[in-house]
């Protein structure tokens, strides 16, 4: 079997098992979503613990569950024993991984566990095993078969229980109500929190930086306005400031094809009438969206009477690392 070949195999095996465990979901699942949501609202947290590979998936789980509103730590089950089962607190839940149900260090964990009054939800594909006959609720992760050609290296087995946590955590989120606002205050850094954070009146050209023209005004006098702001588009109005239409490069280069006399024309006969705009209040993520799908250069903003105030140039959204 070549690379690809085999590739392909790891990906049919792992799809194949996802599906599996997906189909195998039931009121286990819902009752989790419940207790958590109640336990977060009386200010008790999650507490996930895990051995080797299932804790590294275990970690993962923990920072998509805190990053969406869910406070949860990573508890090693060796130090556990001793001292830092001080993190734990009466009414927590304890997210206990272990695709076996057997792993030693937990297991040994568990009679310690038992002296809090926390809940105990099990990742394991043995109901039967350990873990899950000390858990209050199980989360089956039984896969038919690892990708590994020889059963053994955790690979579908792992997918599994990842999977299992963001399903966990995006039912957590949607019953929580958790918004983009609330995501945003998370991740108030890197692009995740400046698209979500930002608003097209922070990264607008504004003021002596903003190309405004009456339509009245001829192309040349408005090519001296757009030089002045180095911009290559200019905002119409009408004689109450209201936006008309829009100038561009583009314009000016259509019409000196067809009129030798141009840049004596008014801006009323060579504009785009009617022109795209946003509202300075938008998300500078709702501008992204239009520069994509509009394939424009340039981004009109207006205020609540449809007065131009702003211009977002396509141009500086890399330096304002909003892209």
Do not use: W
């Not at 579908?156 to 109500?177: C, H």
């Not at 001829?218 to 702001?229: E, G, I, R, Y």
């Not at 060579?270 to 501008?287: C, G, Q, R, Y």
């Amino acid at each position: 079997m070549n690379h690809l070949a085999r590739a392909r195999e790891v990906f049919k095996i792992e799809i194949a098992a996802l599906e599996s465990v997906a189909r195998r979901l039931d009121d286990s699942f819902t009752q989790t979503v419940d207790l958590i949501v109640t336990r977060l609202s009386a200010k008790n947290k999650l507490v996930v613990l895990g051995i080797g590979k299932s804790g590294t998936i275990g970690r993962k789980i923990a920072a998509t569950l805190t990053s969406t509103g869910s406070p949860t730590v990573v508890l090693d089950s060796v130090d556990a024993l001793h001292g830092d089962l001080g993190v734990l607190v009466d009414g927590d839940v304890v997210l206990a991984l272990s695709y076996s149900g057997e792993t030693d260090e937990l297991t040994q964990l568990l009679p310690a566990l038992k002296r809090f009054s926390v809940h105990i939800v099990a990742f394991t594909s043995k109901p039967d095993s350990t873990l899950g006959r000390h858990s209050d609720l199980i989360l089956n992760v039984r896969v038919s078969k690892e990708a590994c050609p020889f059963n053994l290296a955790p690979t579908a087995s792992t997918t599994a229980m990842l999977a299992m946590g963001d399903a966990l955590a995006m039912a957590i989120l949607q019953a929580r109500g958790f918004s983009k606002t609330d995501f945003a205050r998370h991740h108030p850094s890197g692009s995740i929190g400046r698209a979500l954070l930002l608003k097209v009146g922070d990264i607008m050209r504004s003021g002596a930086r903003n190309p405004v023209s009456l339509q009245t005004s001829t192309v040349q006098d408005a090519l001296l306005v757009m030089t002045h702001c180095r911009s290559g588009s200019l905002s119409v109005t009408d004689s109450k400031g209201r936006l008309v239409g829009v100038f561009t490069d583009g314009d000016l280069r259509r019409n000196m094809a067809q009129h030798a006399d141009v840049l004596t024309k008014n801006l009323s006969d060579v504009m785009t009438k009617n022109p795209i705009h946003i509202s300075a209040e938008a998300l500078a993520v709702e501008a992204l969206k239009i520069f994509d799908e509009r394939q424009i250069d340039d981004l009109i903003v207006v205020n609540k009477k449809n007065q131009p105030i702003g211009i977002v140039d396509s141009q500086d959204l890399p330096k304002l690392k909003v892209l």
